[in-house]
């Protein structure tokens, strides 16, 4: 199961938002220190919003924060919210042409692999995500120089 950019983008910024406990983060920040496009952050961050687990501020004071504590932030939900419908194959989609529709068990067969896969996000949580924070929040917030430097 590979998850879109989407979804990638999504758990990155969570995390970051996590780190920042209690201040509010940029869009423009998270984007320089994940290194990745502010343009699709900002589509990201609209998706965590609609889905309740952001609450973004607007005005020169604004940014953005979690909207529930990291305990309470299922990365099974987050998945699910972010990927959307789980249609992998044609009969999942709507005007199936496939002719073994019925008695194929593929249907069955991705649907337990999917519903395993989310019951095993649904056992974690954002806060298991933040549990080396120390190392996480140096790697995240050292100028890039610097990090690319350490990382080597």
Request: with cysteine.
């Amino acid at each position: 199961m590979e998850l879109t950019f989407y979804t990638d983008y999504a758990l990155r910024v969570l995390i970051y938002a996590g780190l920042c406990r209690g201040r509010l983060c940029l869009i423009s920040e998270i984007a320089e220190h994940y290194g990745i496009s502010r343009n699709h952050l900002t589509k990201v961050v609209h998706g965590l919003a609609r889905g309740g687990f952001v609450q973004t501020h607007r005005g020169k004071s604004g940014g953005l924060a979690l909207a529930r504590s990291p305990q309470e932030i299922s990365l099974g939900a987050v998945v699910r919210h972010m990927e959307g419908p789980f249609r992998p194959v044609e009969c999942f989609r709507t005007g199936n042409l496939c002719v073994v529709t019925g008695p194929c068990s593929l249907p069955k067969i991705l649907e337990d692999a999917f519903r395993a896969f989310i019951d095993v996000l649904n056992a974690h949580t954002l806060a298991d995500l933040l549990h080396h924070r120390g190392q996480l929040a140096k790697r995240l917030f050292l100028p890039s120089s610097s990090r690319r430097t350490e990382m080597a």
